[in-house]
């Protein structure tokens, strides 16, 4: 079983590790503006306490929405605060997440996101509002055996196959078709075998934990093929970091059962997407913030956390759904939340109210999020929201009881919704980005670099012709 290493460790603990362990790589993980994980592997000969402590030069360049190609040299500086062996590699491998430093000038490159996440806890505490922002979120995905893609300029389309799928009902399979399997939006949640992904999510949940993952649960989701673990609340930065180990242990482990998964949020037409559900509570010390006697038992305070996330939800969508495929799910009747409104009582509510045993576990669930982002900007972006809410007291307006799906045009008339494409978010983000700028978190250069790489998806999604356009115009 993978040890689990402490925090708050020295170079020379970490040299120390290194022998005890027999560790022969150390695996420098940073992420990109788009989301992913990535890595640069060094052989133990070739880390000291200078490279842990100053980190090592790369090239900048390759990461796309980074420096040019003229200033690439770049600083991946190890966070001795965040380690772990890494439970899948054949050659005993010590994983140490990075941020980015500037090469010349060796301060936080503005344009990292775990440097900018960075930011945002300290912005919190410099404002005096609280010292601890808690975020939990719920990433989804799916399950495939196979999938198929092609995009040539004279052939498109993709294939994906499960054996779950209902498509499957009629199959015939060499040792039979046992003919257990979830019905469309049948998933949540019967037991095996028609949930045929049981002892794969256990092991999910030991690949959470031997990465240092406090676990909590498994279960499959409303989809055929789809899947959620949970996992226990923490910081920002190191939520973040949580979420980006969790992809890694689902893809690895999915791997390793001969299968593929994606945290793409709308893969399957006509059933649910996948979103992640983000649970978020202020604090000051051992005193939870969000706790009062307003609505649902909030404070004040949590009740304009809510208005400032309401307020900024469209610029928010560039960073929590920030693919082109993310507008697929938010679309009514397949439990995505669209519209803008907070309720305790029901889930189609962009904001959900959580019932609570005690004032500890006050908080709001946003729940228009996904998985395919980046958590660090996510989280970060919500965050910034939220404060604003607070200092410029922003009321988020009456709550909504009622099943939002089920009003008439004319009561949800006046409710405002995310936004329906990514180039409404990337415009939104442009036109409201003021309140990411408070205490220098976000930059104007940032946001003008992720907004440009952003536009080079949409441009791609906009300028290829999509299959069911040959259905629909073909003979015009």
């Not at 995505?336 to 305790?344: G, H, K, N, R």
Request: charged letters at 25%.
């Amino acid at each position: 079983m993978t040890k689990i290493i402490g925090n708050n460790m020295s170079s020379n603990d970490i040299l120390k590790i290194m022998k005890d362990k027999e560790i022969e790589y150390i695996d420098l993980r940073f992420t990109d503006p788009r989301g992913k994980l990535q890595h640069l592997t060094m052989d133990s000969t070739a880390v000291d306490e200078s490279m842990l402590n100053d980190g090592v030069f790369f090239d900048g360049s390759s990461i796309a929405g980074w420096k040019a190609i003229n200033e690439s040299d770049m600083i991946l500086k190890p966070d001795l605060s965040r380690k772990v062996i890494d439970p899948f590699t054949t050659h005993n491998t010590l994983v140490l997440f990075c941020d980015i430093l500037d090469a010349i000038k060796k301060d936080p490159y503005e344009r990292d996101p775990r440097g900018i996440a960075k930011k945002a806890e300290s912005y919190l505490k410099e404002t005096g509002i609280g010292d601890k922002a808690y975020f939990g979120p719920e990433p989804e995905f799916f399950v495939f055996d196979d999938v198929r893609i092609k995009n040539e300029m004279n052939e498109t389309g993709f294939v994906i196959d499960s054996a779950e799928g209902p498509y499957n009902s009629g199959k015939k399979y060499e040792n039979g078709n046992m003919g257990h399997r979830p019905g469309i939006k049948g998933g949540y949640f019967p037991v095996p075998p028609v949930d045929s992904a049981q002892d794969m999510r256990g092991e999910y949940l030991k690949g959470l934990r031997d990465v240092g993952i406090i676990v909590e649960k498994h279960h499959h989701e409303v989809a055929p093929s789809q899947h959620e673990l949970g996992m226990k609340f923490s910081t920002l930065v190191d939520q973040a970091d949580n979420v980006q180990l969790y992809k890694y242990v689902v893809q690895m482990v999915s791997h390793s059962f001969g299968k593929t998964a994606t945290f793409m949020p709308k893969p399957v037409k006509g059933d649910n997407g996948s979103g992640m559900h983000i649970h978020q509570s202020l604090w000051q010390g051992d005193t939870p913030l969000f706790s009062g006697h307003r609505y649902s038992g909030l404070s004040d305070t949590a009740i304009h956390y809510i208005g400032g996330i309401l307020k900024h939800a469209k610029a928010i969508n560039a960073f929590s759904n920030a693919t082109t495929n993310s507008y697929k799910r938010l679309i009514p009747g397949f439990e995505a939340p669209v519209l803008l409104a907070y309720s305790a009582r029901n889930r189609s509510a962009s904001c959900r109210i959580p019932i609570t045993l005690s004032n500890k576990g006050a908080r709001c669930e946003i729940r228009f999020p996904d998985a395919a982002g980046n958590p660090y900007l996510t989280f970060s972006a919500m965050l910034m929201a939220g404060l604003d809410g607070i200092k410029n007291k922003i009321d988020p307006g009456e709550s909504f009881d009622k099943d939002l799906y089920t009003l008439s045009e004319d009561e949800i008339k006046n409710i405002p919704t995310v936004c329906g494409s990514l180039r409404e978010a990337m415009e939104s983000l442009d036109t409201d980005r003021n309140f990411l700028k408070e205490g220098n978190v976000f930059s104007d250069d940032q946001i003008d670099a992720y907004i440009a790489l952003k536009f080079e998806e949409i441009y791609n999604l906009e300028h290829t012709p999509h299959p069911i356009e040959f259905d629909m115009y073909y003979s015009s």
